[in-house]
């Protein structure tokens, strides 16, 4: 670690068989907490480069502890958060109505390090139960139409970096590769991300595989389409940018989707909204990342994405998938 760790100080970059080893050297135990932390903090400094975030991926998929749900074409909705908007839990939201609209959806979640709440304190407090149990998981999918891939469970490889990460409280490179990990290996994919740079090589990451994509990036800097401008869109096929007018609604204000200072208060917005209760600010926000997640799945314009997730969404099938999941987990 020490020669990699004087290389980067020098502002040299490593190739994606050094990355990959580094993680698995960590995964070990051979590194030190100082090791790692310093490790980190060099990619706080500087831009990742495209060889090392896919030696990164490359790594934790391989010492992932994998599922297979392919017979279920999922699709997971996951932003790499580090955008520091401090919004309500759009994607999980987005989760639940896309599910609820018949699309299943393999959540991949962990709890917030540099958010008030990530998806993992919001699922936790509402009572889901995260498991690494391949049944459990498949009766979630069967039951509810979806399953919360709490990251930590499959992702054992990381636990040395765990505390570290949490002691930091900033966004590291792991912000950045959480979606890129999931455990079941989704078909499809909704990405969120915090920056162009970022989006451009996710785009380049992913069309080396046979994913089916979207990733999308607000303009004004969320890893989600926010409705407060303009969202960047990379997909398969094309490259645009979406307005609000393009689902139909009006621009919003940042305060309309503000997630409130507790983990209790991301909760208590998140059942207000699936109950059919949130503002139209706030629906609209959800149906927008469920309508373009279930526009990826079934190939749709994201205006008639969107109608199917307000649908979802305002006539109680994202509060079904809500409910049948926390009376799966109680059992």
Excluded: W
Aim: hydrophobic fraction near 40%.
């Amino acid at each position: 670690m020490k020669q990699i760790l004087n290389r980067l100080i020098n502002h040299e970059t490593i190739s994606k068989e050094e990355a990959k080893n580094v993680l698995v050297n960590i995964s070990k135990g051979d590194y030190n907490p100082s090791q790692i932390a310093s490790f980190l903090t060099v990619y706080m400094m500087r831009s990742i480069t495209v060889e090392e975030l896919e030696g990164f991926r490359d790594a934790l998929l391989e010492l992932c502890l994998a599922v297979d749900f392919s017979e279920y074409n999922t699709i997971d909705l996951c932003g790499t958060g580090g955008d520091g908007k401090n919004t309500f839990n759009i994607s999980t939201l987005s989760s639940f109505v896309t599910a609820g609209a018949g699309i299943h959806v393999t959540k991949h979640g962990n709890y917030g390090v540099s958010s008030v709440s990530g998806s993992s304190n919001v699922m936790e407090f509402l009572g889901i139960k995260f498991s690494n149990d391949v049944d459990f998981l498949r009766k979630c999918l069967d039951t509810a139409g979806i399953c919360v891939l709490h990251a930590p469970l499959f992702h054992p490889a990381m636990k040395n970096v765990a505390p570290i990460r949490k002691a930091l409280g900033v966004k590291t490179f792991f912000n950045m590769l959480g979606p890129m990990v999931n455990p079941s290996f989704p078909k499809n994919q909704l990405v969120g991300v915090f920056n162009l740079e970022l989006a451009r090589m996710y785009s380049y990451l992913y069309q080396k595989s046979d994913k089916n994509f979207a990733i999308l990036h607000a303009i004004d800097g969320y890893d989600e389409i926010s409705l407060t401008g303009n969202t960047k869109i990379l997909s398969n096929h094309s490259e645009n940018m979406l307005s609000p007018e393009d689902f139909g609604v009006g621009k919003i204000q940042q305060t309309d989707i503000f997630g409130g200072n507790t983990v209790e208060d991301s909760a208590n917005i998140f059942i207000k909204i699936i109950s059919g209760q949130g503002t139209d600010a706030q629906n609209n926000v959800v149906s927008a990342n469920a309508g373009m997640a279930i526009a990826t799945v079934k190939n749709l314009t994201p205006k008639e994405g969107f109608e199917l997730a307000k649908e979802s969404l305002l006539i109680g099938k994202g509060l079904e998938v809500l409910n049948r999941l926390q009376f799966i987990s109680d059992k």
